[in-house]
């Protein structure tokens, strides 16, 4: 998957998620620019990107991801 398509899923995903259609997302978008991404709604962010993507992610690599950017490197290395 290309990583154009693979972030236009993605910020779909974003907007969903957080009730927001004003949300875009950038490679460093990170919990710290959205107000209601707290640990619940990553659960639930993580859940979403899931299903959007017909993957699961490893619990090392949810814990292990800083920003955007890290979650669209492991959604295009496996190129659902």
């Given at each position: 998957m290309n990583r154009s398509e693979a972030i236009k899923r993605l910020n779909a995903v974003f907007c969903d998620v957080f009730d927001?259609?004003?949300?875009?997302?950038?490679?460093?978008?990170?919990a710290?620019?959205?107000d209601d991404w707290d640990s619940l709604e990553h659960i639930n962010l993580i859940s979403a990107a899931e299903d959007e993507f017909g993957m699961r992610f490893k619990m090392k690599e949810v814990s292990g991801m800083k920003n955007v950017g890290e979650?669209?490197?492991l959604i295009c290395e496996r190129g659902n």
């Open positions: 927001d259609d004003s949300i875009k997302i950038a490679d460093t978008t990170s710290a620019d959205i979650m669209l490197d």
